[in-house]
């Protein structure tokens, strides 16, 4: 079993930067590929970034290329979102996910992330 806890949301304006942290606790996170997912009101819970459990391997949704980091710090149990040129549109909960499978590739479907935070809420004014 694994612990995630999410902080850095908070209330930014159109163009502004925020830094999500998950932090880990039990289970092997060094073993376990990571995602970042969002969920606006009224609408499915998506996927966003992930990163494989070494931190070689990224991917992320095309809306937020070029735009959010992914990244990993195994030694502090650690995940990162780091998110630049924030958008109205970018407003949701953010959830850090776990993902124990013993896979080749990182993920987008929620299905395959057996362990989730509580969220971090992300506003974004306009």
């Known amino acids: 079993q694994v612990q995630l806890v999410e902080s850095g949301g908070g209330l930014v304006q159109a163009g502004g930067s925020l830094r999500l942290s998950c932090a880990a606790s039990?289970?092997?996170?060094?073993?376990?590929?990571m995602g970042w997912f969002r969920q606006a009101p009224g609408k499915e819970r998506e996927f966003v970034a992930a990163?494989?459990?070494?931190?070689?391997?990224?991917d992320y949704l095309d809306s937020v290329k070029g735009r959010f980091t992914i990244s990993r710090d195994n030694a502090k149990k650690m995940v990162y979102l780091q998110m630049n040129s924030l958008k109205p549109e970018d407003t949701a909960v953010y959830y850090c996910?776990?993902?124990?499978?013993?896979?080749?590739?990182?993920?987008?479907?929620?299905?395959?992330?057996?362990?989730w935070g509580q969220g971090t809420q992300v506003t974004v004014s306009s």
């Open positions: 039990g289970g092997t996170f060094s073993g376990y590929h």
């Open positions: 990163i494989n459990w070494i931190g070689s391997s990224t």
């Open positions: 996910a776990a993902d124990s499978r013993d896979a080749y590739s990182i993920s987008r479907s929620k299905k395959d992330y057996a362990y």
